[in-house]
């Protein structure tokens, strides 16, 4: 089977490096890919973009690929399923219609409330004055979300009531986020410890993958401005036999169904972002609709299963029915490296040092990564993600951070408590 991975994303490149080990799969191509994907066994790096969707289904037929699997969310959102289903061409991904989970905060918050999927209370605003007095009368902290795709940084939880009404005023103005922003969502705030909770779905089921939890704070002790990911380690303690039974009952199960009722049966990756409550009670903070990205990176790390047939099963009418997963049993944990400046306006260009320093049981992810002229150079904000497998999520975080301090590159910068909670819970 030959397999094409669109995106160029550290996600992506652990997409490509887990499909390329799948027993069934001959050859992945990814388009465009980036360096890391270049230097994996049996993957090609296609200069496509994955915008194209025209030249998408032309390399599609002309190399003889079996199956597309869509890695990042923006072309979910603009409609790659759709054209590929239209083109009679297999793609692993939601339609367009029910990408819009991710496309849309308040597409999704109506979507909860009217399946009955638990999540923060929460109104939308388009104007600035009404938005205002909300914030005011239901007091901080509060959460204030752009609605539209904002690179997973278009989420402000605010502390204070001032700094709330900053953010709506940023947003509504398309100062922010610009067109993303021109709608927002305003919720509570939710106590507890958040999960992510990633699935495979066929359109009438849902398979779980490993539990994960990621870090969006850029400093240590989750403090500092939202990011897109500084790390993420699998599987996640928080998410218990009993919390996992919760989650698929009150949360994907009804999505399941509800979106199929809806009329957009979803097939593809589902990521829920979830906040465990004190007393074990999941509720929604988000869904995307692809895989996570760093989750991807510990989580695919772990699976032993073959993900392109499992892929394939989910679009093809075979189904995910009785389907048991297999798994690494060690934890696996990923540390994201930065480029100076990120969240905000970042470095790119600098020169990498240490890539081909491999050290047993870790694997380095690409992200945002190009090639430069004297070797591989900063192309992103998100650079790198170094997964380490270890027996415990210490052992795996002594390895990650073992592996980390020896890349090098001008102003690095990375959080050095990744898996602090899972620590604090096995010493506890």
Request: with cysteine.
């Amino acid at each position: 089977m030959k397999i094409l991975v669109v995106g160029s994303g550290g996600r992506e490149h652990a997409l490509a490096w887990t499909l390329a080990r799948s027993p069934s799969v001959d050859a992945v191509f990814a388009a465009p890919g980036n360096p890391g994907t270049a230097a994996e066994d049996n993957v090609t790096n296609v200069d496509v973009d994955g915008a194209d969707f025209a030249a998408l289904t032309d390399l599609v037929r002309g190399c003889g690929i079996d199956l597309t699997i869509v890695g990042p969310e923006v072309p979910l959102v603009d409609g790659i399923r759709d054209h590929f289903d239209a083109c009679g061409l297999r793609c692993f991904g939601p339609s367009k219609a029910a990408a819009r989970l991710e496309g849309s905060k308040s597409f999704a918050k109506q979507f909860m409330e009217r399946h009955g999927i638990p999540t923060a209370a929460s109104r939308i605003f388009t104007g600035f004055a009404a938005a205002e007095n909300y914030i005011r009368s239901r007091g901080a902290p509060i959460v204030v979300k752009a609605d539209g795709l904002a690179a997973g940084k278009g989420v402000v939880v605010a502390r204070r009531v001032d700094e709330a009404v900053d953010a709506v005023r940023g947003m509504l103005s398309g100062t922010s986020f610009g067109d993303a922003g021109r709608q927002v969502v305003v919720e509570d705030f939710l106590e507890g410890e958040e999960a992510s909770f990633t699935c495979i779905l066929d359109g009438e089921r849902a398979l779980p993958l490993a539990s994960s939890q990621d870090h969006k704070r850029r400093d240590e002790g989750d403090r500092g401005p939202n990011t897109g990911g500084m790390g993420a380690y699998s599987p996640a303690p928080v998410v218990t036999a009993d919390v996992h039974d919760r989650i698929m009952a009150e949360i994907i199960e009804p999505l399941v169904r509800g979106a199929a009722a809806d009329g957009m049966p979803y097939q593809g990756f589902l990521y829920a972002g979830l906040m465990i409550g004190p007393d074990g009670a999941p509720k929604v903070v988000e869904f995307n609709c692809r895989f996570g990205d760093p989750e991807a990176q510990p989580v695919l790390s772990r699976l032993r299963s073959d993900l392109a047939m499992l892929c394939l099963r989910a679009v093809d009418g075979t189904g995910l029915a009785d389907v048991a997963l297999e798994w690494e049993p060690r934890t696996a944990l990923g540390v994201v490296l930065t480029a100076g400046g990120y969240p905000l306006a970042y470095d790119t260009g600098d020169a990498i040092a240490g890539l081909g320093d491999d050290l047993p049981d870790s694997k380095v992810f690409h992200a945002g990564t190009a090639f430069g002229e004297t070797g591989i150079v900063t192309a992103g904000g998100r650079v790198l993600c170094v997964v380490g497998l270890g027996d415990d999520i210490a052992s795996a975080q002594c390895l990650a951070y073992q592996r980390a301090s020896s890349i090098h590159w001008r102003r690095i910068s990375y959080r050095r408590d990744i898996g602090f909670r899972a620590l604090a819970r096995a010493s506890g």
